[in-house]
């Protein structure tokens, strides 16, 4: 039984990886508002707050710092989902 669980969770987690790519912005931001890794801009310094479930963890300058390591991270996380143990 958790072996089929495993390959349920893996094909979801594959879907959401493939929507992270979509060209549709709303099914994009669909899977982004359930990812842990975000960023936000605090209007009062003017940098970019890097997030880790909500929780400031880094801050920058460069708007595309921000989304490449939160990109990358929710990457990282979904893929620990589709392979698990077996990572590439």
């Given at each position: 039984?958790?072996d ?6 893996a ?14 912005e709303?099914v994009r931001?669909?899977?982004m508002?359930t ?10 310094t003017?940098?970019l707050?890097?997030?880790q479930?909500?929780?400031m963890?880094?801050i920058?300058q460069?708007?595309?710092?921000a989304?490449l ?7 990282i996380l ?5 392979f698990g143990?077996?990572?590439?």
């Amino acid at each position: 039984m958790s072996d089929e669980l495993e390959k349920i969770r893996a094909r979801r987690a594959k879907k959401r990886l493939e929507a992270l790519d979509s060209e549709d912005e709303a099914v994009r931001q669909e899977v982004m508002d359930t990812l842990p890794w975000a960023f936000r801009l605090n209007k009062g310094t003017g940098f970019l707050e890097i997030l880790q479930n909500e929780q400031m963890v880094a801050i920058t300058q460069d708007p595309r710092f921000a989304e490449l390591v939160t990109d990358v991270l929710n990457r990282i996380l979904i893929a620990d989902e589709i392979f698990g143990e077996d990572l590439p």
